[in-house]
DNA sequence: CGATTCTTTGAAAACAGTCAATCTGTGTGG
DNA sequence: CCACACAGATTGACTGTTTTCAAAGAATCG
């Protein structure tokens, strides 16, 4: 399991062999099955979570008992609930498993000595971690300027692999809409 | 002016004297007046902005001529579009002053010169960028669960002070809503 | 096959957007 | 100091979109 995350750090990380070593030492594999909590609402994330195989969502569940999807996860992503994991505050989200999954864990102190002892890997964190602010201002933008039809459009040509293998209401979930307003305009923009 | 951002340094950011120093070498500062760009879409972002007083908004424009408000940003506050920046990409954003402000721009270069040297600088900053993508992930949240009226109760507790300072029509832009709806949920909001 | 889960459809009600008009407060120039 | 312009806020009437609830049709899986 561990030899698709060590293609991930050397290609998109450039790590060398040593470097690769050390993050292995602090590597916990773990399969999680379909329908099975990797985090549960009221838990403190304590770990990276890389994907090496499968998709998973991250959400909440309001007053109503409505979920509402924050995102999607799939190979060679990474998955946690930063809020939680940066303050050791309580989570208020859930993630589990929409598929069975492989995953590599890494718990918070390791990864911080990775941060410290690895300048390679602690420049390619933080520019994940910069790109993911932009790809969530680019979400913020699209909820406020754009209609739904907008959106959905958006969400299959950004994301065709996602959208190709999770259900179309967790899609209006993640989009913020009903399941039948996602249905109706999908009919709508086929008979154009 | 130089000064509150000395001593926004020095209080938030742990810095001594001499650090300080390094920082003002490159600090540059400028007034921006009322309904002054400070920067325009299609430029590049090439700063980083501290605001030492006033009150300015970042916002984009849609085909239709629509601003859509991304966010505000007021005393003791950093506002750049950090895509543009990080990228070297042209903005698709603009960024204007509500009110005369002034500010301290420090230059991509230098800035990064100034992480690399400081480390406290750099853990600051960082724990800065983890702050607004909670803050960002939790508007997202928000605009996929909640209804207009619980949105814009969570604005004006979270953020008394923005509220007391712009107009409600960008508050509604903020929100993604129309004034008038805007002003309707208010109304209604007032007689309970 | 039966049981689940997922998707679609219909009809009514709630909600939000648009356009136009009015009301309010602020500040500027005469 | 007043009149006027201007930006902001509200209201009404109308239209369009989205939600909700209920039901029924696909698809998938054991």
């Known amino acids: 399991m561990f030899e ?17 070593n050390a993050v292995r030492a602090v590597s916990m594999e773990k399969k999680v099955r379909k329908r099975q909590y990797l985090l ?13 195989k499968g998709c998973l969502r991250m959400y ?8 509402h999807i924050l995102r999607f996860a799939v190979e060679n992503w990474w998955i946690s609930d930063r809020e939680s994991y940066n303050n050791g505050s309580p989570s208020k989200c859930n993630i589990d498993a929409l598929e069975d999954c492989e995953v590599i864990l890494i718990d ?13 890997f602690k420049n390619f964190i933080d ?14 933008m699209s909820a406020i300027s754009y209609t739904t039809e907008e959106r959905y459009q958006n969400f299959i040509t950004r994301f065709p692999d996602i959208f190709n293998r999770v259900p ?25």
Chains 1, 2 share one sequence.
């Open 108 to 120: 918070k102190p390791d990864f911080l000595n990775l941060l410290t002892t690895i300048p390679k």
């Open 60 to 67: 909440t569940v309001g007053d109503d008992g409505v979920e």
């Open 127 to 140: 520019s994940l971690l910069a790109r993911s602010y932009d790809a969530i201002q680019n979400r913020v």
């Open 168 to 192: 179309l209401h967790m899609i209006a979930s993640y989009l913020g809409v009903s399941r039948e307003t996602l249905s109706r305009v999908r009919s709508q923009y086929v008979n154009k």
């Open 4 to 20: 698709a995350f060590e293609k991930y750090l050397k290609e998109k990380a450039d790590l060398d062999a040593e470097e690769i």
């Open 40 to 52: 549960q609402n009221g838990d403190v994330c304590h770990n990276n979570c890389f994907i090496v």
